[in-house]
């Protein structure tokens, strides 16, 4: 069945580098959202990219859906303290008419300034 | 501007206890959302809802029922708490819209002795 594979799990980075996380699938996907959750917070919907080879900025972060729409990348420009949390990808899975977000694990972003 | 409320925020149960998570939400979203979230495991869903007076089953469904007898409200239940079901629980919502983003509750951080 359609599975979402993240990774890293965890992403130790100093403040000022850039960092990329991966979202992988084995079969193609009609969207891929990506969340946040805070330490100790609630996951918070960021974006959602649609279309092949689709790439959307908020601010430092950069958003990418693959041209074969089974992967997508969230990069991270210049990383600030404000950016450690849980970063993590979902997608609707295609075979189910009921609305189900398949989540991948998550990336676990740890930031030291 | 309360978005998805739920009830309570903490909560310690002896084994065997029984127990209701209440998740609210007034933006009149059709689709609403039981979720786990363990240590690494990121979130698994419990149970889910498409409408009033419907559910199903999610990922992990075993030991926990629901319902929806309001669309504003979407109800977990307990039946004989066990430890393996400490965790925190995120209730979510979403409009009725294909592929829209979800909105998360703050959790409930439930421990069971």
């Known amino acids: 069945g359609q599975q979402v594979m993240q990774i890293p799990q965890y992403q130790h980075v100093q403040e000022g580098e850039d960092f990329t996380t991966y979202c992988n699938s084995s079969t193609t996907l009609s969207n891929i959202q990506w969340y946040k959750q805070r330490p100790g917070g609630h996951p918070v919907f960021l974006i959602q990219?649609?279309?092949?080879?689709e790439v959307k900025k908020q601010k430092r972060l950069t958003f990418q859906f693959g041209e074969a729409k089974k992967n997508s990348s969230l990069h991270i420009t210049a990383t600030q303290t404000t950016d450690v949390g849980t970063y993590f990808c979902?997608?609707?899975?295609?075979?189910?008419?009921?609305?189900?977000?398949?989540f991948g694990a998550g990336t676990q972003v740890v930031v030291t300034p | 501007n309360a978005g998805v409320t739920q009830t309570p925020k903490f909560r310690v149960l002896k084994t065997g206890q029984s127990m209701t998570l209440l998740c609210a939400q007034d933006m009149n979203h059709e689709y609403m959302y039981w979720y786990r979230q363990d240590p690494g495991m990121g979130l698994r869903l419990i149970h889910y809802?498409?409408?009033?007076?419907?559910?199903a089953k999610g990922e992990v469904p075993d030991g926990y029922n629901v319902s929806r007898l309001k669309k504003q409200n979407f109800l977990l239940g307990l039946e004989s708490a066990a430890p393996s079901q400490t965790s925190v629980y995120f209730c979510?919502?979403?409009?009725?819209?294909?592929?829209?983003?979800?909105?998360f509750g703050d959790g409930t951080r439930l421990s069971i002795l």
């Open positions: 979902a997608a609707y899975m295609t075979t189910d008419s009921w609305g189900k977000l398949q």
């Open positions: 990219l649609v279309k092949s080879g």
């Open positions: 809802s498409v409408g009033e007076g419907t559910t």
């Open positions: 979510a919502s979403r409009s009725g819209y294909s592929n829209q983003p979800q909105h």
